[in-house]
């Protein structure tokens, strides 16, 4: 792992990308060049079969030049320093910082590598890479970049220290949507490597995180919270988002077993009918009585637990 330190005095873990992977990457990106340039020379061979030679000359130069120097160019810019062999080598090239390279970085890498990678077979490229402490060719120095590689085995992920107790869940109700994916891996940059920064870098840089952060919600930052605490905070609220619909999006176990509270609905001719309350039973009607002083007294009916109808 290599100790790269920004000018925030960040240290970077970036693992820069050794010679033998490079020339395996390199030789897969001149293998579909090359193959590409000559499917495209002969297409312009039988389209400019009626030019003169000095034309067919200047269109197979330009041809060369294009698809050689222009297109790697095109595609580090566009796809951010990973062509296609080193996408399959897992190799990226980014600014020394750490940073996604841009048009002008391309531009002197792909320049320089006309004369050490094209012109003199490699060689030039292959001395310098071996001579740099981090594999870095001439157009890599010049360029102000660095091949890293990005499949790093056995990478741990450092997790990101929790809030103090009297800030959780303050921020339930802050709009976190447009803070961007950029913000949030600085933020988890910082806070897992802020034990390691001078006190006064890692105050600053944690006031400039916070600002960003509240640029972005748009509600400012209660008075009183340091800035560390505050993105902790935030990250945290994040977190609890994404597993509150992580779960929410996971289906709903079934019932276990045991006795449930009762039969269901039973489904007559299709129709979902609900089951009839029990029947309590009632004590038949007892005979009229002759009224009167002879009226013979009859036994009182034996309990059955139910209550005699009024």
């Known amino acids: 792992m290599n100790g790269l330190v920004t000018g925030d005095a960040v240290v970077l873990g ?8 490079r020339a395996l990457a390199v030789l897969l990106d001149l293998t579909v060049y090359v193959t590409g340039y000559l499917l495209v020379l002969l297409a312009l061979v039988l389209a400019t079969a009626g030019l003169d030679e000095a034309a067919q000359a200047a269109v197979s130069v330009a041809t060369l030049v294009l698809v050689l120097v222009g297109v790697p160019i095109a595609v580090e810019t566009l796809s951010h320093g990973r062509s296609l062999g080193k996408l399959a080598c897992g190799l990226r090239v980014v600014r020394e910082d750490g940073g996604p390279i841009r048009f002008r970085h ?19 490229a292959c001395t310098a890479s071996l001579v740099s402490e981090r594999g870095r060719r001439v157009g890599d120095v010049f360029a102000g970049t660095l091949v890293i590689r990005e499949r790093v085995p056995g990478a741990r992920v450092m997790p990101v220290p929790p809030p103090p107790p009297w800030l959780a869940g303050r921020f339930a109700g802050l709009d976190l949507s447009a803070v961007p994916e950029g913000l949030w891996l600085a933020i988890r940059q910082y806070l897992t490597r802020m034990n390691q920064l001078d006190p006064h870098t ?29 993105l902790m905070a935030v990250v945290h ?9 992580v779960f929410a999006a996971a289906p709903a176990p079934g019932p276990g077993p045991g006795p449930g509270p009762g039969p269901g609905p039973v489904a007559y001719g299709g129709i979902p009918v609900e089951p009839a ?7 038949p009607a007892q005979p009229a ?5 002879a009226a013979p007294v009859e036994p009182a009916p034996p309990a059955t637990g139910f209550a005699p109808p009024a």
Do not use: K, N
């Open 289 to 293: 009585r002759p009224v009167g002083p």
């Open 14 to 21: 970036l693992r820069p990308a050794r010679l033998p992977s």
């Open 237 to 245: 609220e994040r977190q609890s988002r994404d597993a509150a619909r």
């Open 106 to 124: 391309a531009l002197v890498r792909g320049a320089m590598g006309v004369v050490e990678l094209l012109m003199t077979f490699g060689t030039v």
């Open 202 to 230: 890692g105050a600053v840089m944690a006031a400039r995180l916070a600002d960003d952060v509240v640029a972005r919600t748009g509600a400012p930052a209660p008075p009183g919270v340091p800035a560390a605490a505050f």
């Open 277 to 283: 309350a029990p029947v309590q039973p009632v004590r």
